[in-house]
C-alpha cells in the first residue's frame, strides 16, 4: 500500500466521483482508476460502488477512511518534524472550532502564532454543530480542535481555555431602545442579581429577567450563544423569547444596528459594534463561556505542538 494510493482514495471519498477527484488532484483519471484498483487488488475487494455518477464507498472502504486519513496524517507529521530538525519552517495547522470560540479567543490565538510562524499555513473550519468538534479531531481531518468546555469530548487529550465574557449589544441609543434599568433602591433578589462590572461607560448592566424581556436577535437552537442564555434564563424559570433568529452570524450586528432587537455577542464583536453606534451594557450576573483545546493522543505535528505550547502559556485560566 502506497501513500498516493491513499491519497488517491481519500480524494474520491472527499470529491464523490472519479471524475472530480482526478481533476483536484491534477491526474489523469485513467491513472487514479488504475492505481484504486491496484488498492483494491491488494486489500482483496472493491472499495468503492461505481455509480453512473460517481462512487460511493462500500463496507470495507468505510472501515479504510479513519486509518488512511492518520497515516496521511502521521506521514505528514514526520515530514514536518524532519524539516524542523533540519531548520526548515513551513508546514500546515488544521483547526476546527464552533463559530464563537473561533470569534474569542481563536482569532487572537491564530493571530499571535502566526506572526510566530509566518510561514506555517492555517485552516479554521467551522461546524454546524459543537458536537462535531471531537469528531473530526478524533477521525484526523483536522488535528486540533477548540470546543465549548461543557461538551464531553472522551478520547482526546486538551486543556481549557481562560473564561469569556459576553456583552449585550442594543441599537443605536433612541428612546424605545433604552435597555431596562433597575431603581437603585430596589435589592437584589437571589443569585441572579450578583452584579458583574459593567463596561468602562455605557448604561448599568441589565439583569436576566429583564433580558428575557427585550427583542433579541440569536442563531438557531444548539447554538454557542443561544445555549449559554437559555440554560441562564431557565434557572431562573424564564424562556428566552427571539425576536428574530439567523444562522447567519455575520447578519447579527447589522440587525442590532438597525434596530431589530438586542443581542449577545463575544467582547472583540461587542465593541467593534460599539465603533458603529451600538450600546453595550452587561448582564447581571455576567454571562460567559470557556472553551477547550483538544486533539489526539500520541505525537503532534511541530506547528499543533507549538501551538499548544503557546496557548498553555497564553490562553489559559490563571
Not at 67 to 86: F, I, Y
Not at 236 to 252: D, K, N, P, Q
Not at 266 to 273: D, G, I, K, L
Request: net charge neutral; glycine share 8%; with cysteine.
Amino acid at each position: 500500500m502506497e501513500r498516493r494510493q491513499l491519497e488517491y482514495f481519500l480524494a474520491l471519498v472527499e470529491h464523490g466521483g472519479f471524475t472530480n477527484a482526478a481533476r483536484v488532484l491534477r491526474v489523469a483519471q485513467p491513472s487514479l482508476s488504475h492505481a484504486i484498483a491496484a488498492l483494491e487488488t491488494e486489500l482483496g475487494g472493491p472499495l468503492f460502488h461505481r455509480l453512473p455518477h460517481g462512487a460511493v464507498l462500500t463496507a470495507a472502504g468505510a472501515a479504510l477512511v479513519e486509518p488512511a486519513r492518520q497515516v496521511g496524517r502521521d506521514l505528514a507529521t514526520a515530514t514536518a518534524s524532519v524539516r524542523e530538525v533540519l531548520g526548515l519552517s513551513g508546514g500546515r495547522l488544521d483547526i476546527v472550532a464552533q463559530t464563537t470560540l473561533a470569534v474569542d479567543p481563536l482569532a487572537a490565538m491564530v493571530g499571535r502564532f502566526a506572526r510566530q510562524h509566518p510561514k506555517v499555513g492555517i485552516r479554521v473550519t467551522d461546524p454546524e454543530r459543537g458536537s462535531e468538534v471531537g469528531h473530526l479531531v478524533r477521525t484526523g481531518q483536522c488535528e486540533l480542535g477548540l470546543v465549548n468546555a461543557a461538551i464531553p469530548t472522551p478520547e482526546l487529550d486538551g486543556i481549557e481555555l481562560a473564561e469569556q465574557h459576553l456583552l449585550l449589544v442594543l441599537p443605536p441609543r433612541r428612546p424605545e431602545s433604552e435597555p431596562p434599568r433597575r431603581p437603585e433602591s430596589e435589592p437584589p433578589r437571589g443569585p441572579e442579581s450578583e452584579p458583574s462590572p459593567p463596561p468602562e461607560s455605557g448604561p448599568a448592566p441589565v439583569r436576566l429577567a429583564d433580558l428575557a424581556a427585550l427583542r433579541l436577535v440569536a442563531t438557531p437552537d444548539g447554538t454557542e450563544i443561544r445555549d449559554v442564555l437559555s440554560a441562564a434564563l431557565l434557572e431562573i424559570g424564564l424562556t428566552l423569547g427571539v425576536a428574530v433568529e439567523t444562522a447567519h452570524r455575520a447578519m447579527i450586528v447589522p440587525l442590532v444596528l438597525a434596530g431589530a432587537g438586542a443581542s449577545l455577542l463575544p467582547r472583540s464583536m461587542a465593541e467593534e459594534a460599539a465603533g458603529k453606534g451600538a450600546v453595550l451594557c452587561a448582564t447581571e450576573p455576567a454571562l460567559s463561556y470557556r472553551g477547550r483545546l483538544v486533539w489526539r493522543s500520541g505525537p503532534l505535528s511541530p506547528a499543533a505542538d507549538s501551538f499548544v505550547a503557546m496557548t498553555r502559556k497564553h490562553y489559559t485560566a490563571r
